[in-house]
């Protein structure tokens, strides 16, 4: 498996139409996939988590966060022998179902022609469909309170990777800033240096990504907002944790 940081879905996303636009060679390839579409392919980016495996040669499962119009976080987990995504919502009211069409699109058609594009071999290549992959986005998952959909995507990822049971008690909402200041720490103690991190792949640093964390003399966490940059580095986090 491989964890994938919120810029891959904004890129993919955000360059969609390019692909839709471009004209396919008479074997349906040749289309313009995303800058650095490659590199994730091949696990040399995000590089401060890289896996440096190939997506179904190596790879099974992909997991990544998706941020919706700055307001909403949700988790994907994309299943390349499956060929189907799910996505885990907290708060599926903040979505709705033509609106998610369209924000799964992309990934519904860029990944399995990814996989085509990119195989090494006409065997290998063989393997794929240019067909584009199917989702859902089950209703049976603990659900969240608004302003905690990001600390929930996390959880999500991190559970569901570990193949552990996404529990109500565990998701409660008695446990929500627990289980907030728990990962903040978590995070920050695996990634001392985090604030001096360069994000070598897509923006100059991580400066642009605004965080709010108030410590009390204590040094105990008072409060946070999980925004981009939390979710940049518990992609990382629940690398550690699993590997």
């Known amino acids: ?19 839709k636009d471009s004209e396919p060679d008479q074997n349906g390839l040749g289309r313009r996939l995303p800058g650095g579409a490659w590199n994730y392919y091949a ?35 994309i299943s390349i022998p499956k060929r189907h995504i799910v996505v885990f919502d907290s708060i599926c009211s903040s979505i709705s179902p033509e609106e998610l069409d369209v924000v799964m699109e992309p990934f519904l058609y860029m990944v399995p022609y990814l996989l085509v594009e990119c195989a090494s071999s006409d065997e290998q290549r063989a393997q794929y469909s240019l067909e584009p992959f199917t989702y859902e986005r089950p209703t049976n998952i603990p659900a969240a309170r608004a302003g905690d959909c990001g600390v929930f995507t996390l959880k999500y990822i991190e559970c569901h990777a570990l193949g552990i049971e996404f529990s109500k008690k565990d998701f409660a909402k008695a446990n929500e800033k627990t289980m907030r200041d728990k990962m903040a720490v978590d995070i920050f103690q695996e990634l001392p240096d985090a604030h001096e991190f360069e994000n070598k792949d897509n923006d100059a640093n991580l400066g642009a990504y605004e965080a709010r964390l108030t410590v009390k003399s204590s040094g105990m966490l008072d409060d946070l907002t999980i925004s981009s940059l939390e979710i940049f580095y518990a992609v990382t986090f629940v690398t550690f944790r699993i590997i």
């Not at 498996?1 to 692909?19: E, G, I, T, V, Y």
């Open 1 to 19: 498996m491989c964890f994938l940081d919120h810029l891959f879905a904004q890129q993919w996303r955000f360059n969609f139409k390019d692909f």
């Open 43 to 77: 696990g040399t980016i995000p590089s401060f988590c890289q896996s440096n495996k190939v997506w179904g040669t190596d790879i099974d499962d992909i997991y990544a966060p998706v941020n919706y119009s700055d307001t909403h976080w949700i988790a994907m987990w």
